[in-house]
């Protein structure tokens, strides 16, 4: 199993930007695509944001516009761009990676915390 770790998570205010980064430990390019997550305190996980294996980058309506998703393979890094972050957007963040159509390969999450 790929370990992924993720990274850069924080407390801010409204309107600010978070940049989070998740470095595997071997190539990204072993998954089909790449996803960035978050939890909520007493919500289930939610799919934010998905990077394919050929550069495809969709989003949820929720941070569309917003949240950026993009790829650096020669560091085996994901990275999520936050901007005009929102008190509701604080969550546990969590980056995975999809073998096929299943994502087994979990980071252990980033709090992101932001206060009005």
């Known amino acids: 199993q790929v370990k992924l770790v993720e990274s850069g998570g924080g407390v801010v205010q409204a309107g600010d930007s978070l940049r989070l980064s998740c470095a595997a430990s071997?190539?990204?390019?072993?998954?089909?695509?790449m996803g960035w997550y978050r939890q909520a305190a007493g919500k289930q996980r939610e799919l934010l944001a998905v990077?394919?294996?050929?550069?495809?980058?969709s989003y949820v309506d929720l941070v569309k516009g917003r949240f950026t998703i993009s790829r650096n393979d020669a560091e085996n890094s994901v990275y999520l761009q936050m901007n005009s972050l929102k008190p509701e957007d604080t969550a546990v963040y969590y980056c995975?990676?999809?073998?096929?159509?299943?994502?087994?390969?979990w980071g252990q999450g980033t709090q992101v915390t932001v206060s009005s």
């Open positions: 990077l394919t294996s050929g550069n495809y980058a």
């Open positions: 071997e190539s990204a390019k072993i998954f089909s695509a």
């Open positions: 995975a990676g999809r073998r096929g159509a299943d994502w087994n390969d």
